[in-house]
């Protein structure tokens, strides 16, 4: 079974704090995201990685940047948190095309406060 | 207009009953369909690909309508365990990019 791992299931964070959220996956997948899902607003797109080193902007990339050293690994970077970013983070993976089917980490619920 | 909509719910159903779900998206060059599952607080977990010739597992059956642009997903027999959110997702060729909808909402009550 693909593993999708998220660093922490619950953080709390400060106004202006720099945070990370680390996602691993455990099957060699080409392809990494991550979303945050907001209630009535549903998952959205915030940075997806097809390739080491490799990124690309999603729907929301504002106030977020991302890490691709290794393939299993996959991190996404709050530069300077702040309120409106409190919200559920999901982590994906998927093989390589967009016919595979998309794993998820258990995702991480960011407050800031 | 949205790419993927799904009606929201909650959908009350009773145990037993039959319950059907509707997807509409807007691009005609959407070329894989999926429907996921989320329980209250985790994450989405994949319930089944949706084929163009439909597909079936067990109590759950998927159709897509390429005409009219939508999928669609039915639950026979419902069960306690069956509510959750039920995720519509959309991929387009050439792009890496999953579309999800906003979930609809199921609750089977005893």
């Known amino acids: 079974d693909v593993k999708v791992t998220q660093s922490s299931r619950y953080l709390v964070k400060r106004t202006g704090e720099k945070v990370f959220l680390e996602c691993v996956q455990d099957?060699?997948?080409?392809?990494m995201f991550w979303y945050r899902q907001d209630p009535g607003l549903g998952l959205r797109l915030i940075y997806f990685?097809?390739?080491?080193?490799?990124?690309e902007k999603g729907d929301i990339p504002e106030g977020y940047s991302v890490s691709r050293e290794k393939k299993e690994r996959f991190s996404l970077i709050l530069e300077s948190a702040s309120t409106n970013q409190t919200s559920m983070y999901l982590c994906a993976s998927s093989l390589q095309t967009t016919g595979d089917t998309q794993y998820f980490g258990p995702g991480t619920r960011l407050t800031v406060l | 207009r949205k790419e993927v909509e799904q009606d929201p719910g909650p959908f009350n159903v009773p145990e037993g009953a039959t319950v059907a779900f509707n997807c509409t998206y807007s691009n005609s060059a959407s070329q894989s369909f999926f429907w996921y599952r989320q329980d209250c607080r985790k994450e989405p977990k994949l319930l089944m690909s949706?084929?163009?010739s439909g597909n079936e597992d067990g109590r759950f059956t998927a159709q897509l309508n390429r005409a009219s642009q939508y999928i669609s997903l039915l639950i026979r027999d419902s069960k306690l365990s069956d509510s959750a959110t039920y995720l519509c997702v959309v991929t387009t060729s050439g792009t890496y990019k999953y579309i999800f909808g906003t979930g609809t909402r199921l609750k089977v009550l005893a």
């Open positions: 949706v084929y163009s």
């Open positions: 990685s097809y390739d080491v080193k490799m990124k």
């Open positions: 099957m060699d997948h080409e392809n």
